[in-house]
């Protein structure tokens, strides 16, 4: 079972940015990122497939502000959060493996999250 480890989170003030990074434990065909916001549903953020295209899927709640990517030597992903607003406060999950199409992921394996609280 494929370990899952997030770092990256942090406070910083809105329209700021920050980048969150995941490291998995094995090689996988996807990894990604959800969140889950103070009273509210985990939601999908973004994903993208381990192969040489590395097709990505993004949340239009954070399309032209947030990118994702990777370094498959070190089975890392990355996700880069640029204009920060207060509402993308939450905890930030990584996930592993799974399905990736058509926009949508479900992943096999989680991480345990890491914090992103966005100032005003």
């Known amino acids: 079972q494929a370990q899952v480890m997030e770092s990256g989170g942090g406070l910083v003030q809105a329209g700021g940015s920050l980048r969150l990074s995941c490291t998995a434990s094995?090689?996988?065909?996807?990894m990604g990122w959800f969140r889950r916001a103070p009273g509210k549903e985990r939601e999908f953020v973004a994903a993208?497939?381990?192969?040489?295209?590395?097709?990505?899927s993004i949340a239009d709640s954070v399309k032209g502000r947030f990118t994702i990517s990777k370094d498959n030597a070190k089975n890392t992903v990355y996700l880069q959060m640029n204009s920060l607003k207060t509402e993308d406060t939450a905890v930030y999950y990584c996930?592993?493996?799974?399905?990736?199409?058509?926009?949508?992921?479900?992943?096999?394996?989680w991480g345990r999250g890491t914090q992103v609280t966005v100032s005003s």
């Open positions: 996930a592993a493996g799974g399905t990736h199409f058509g926009g949508s992921y479900s992943p096999d394996f």
């Open positions: 094995e090689g996988t065909w996807a």
């Open positions: 993208i497939d381990w192969n040489d295209g590395g097709e990505t």
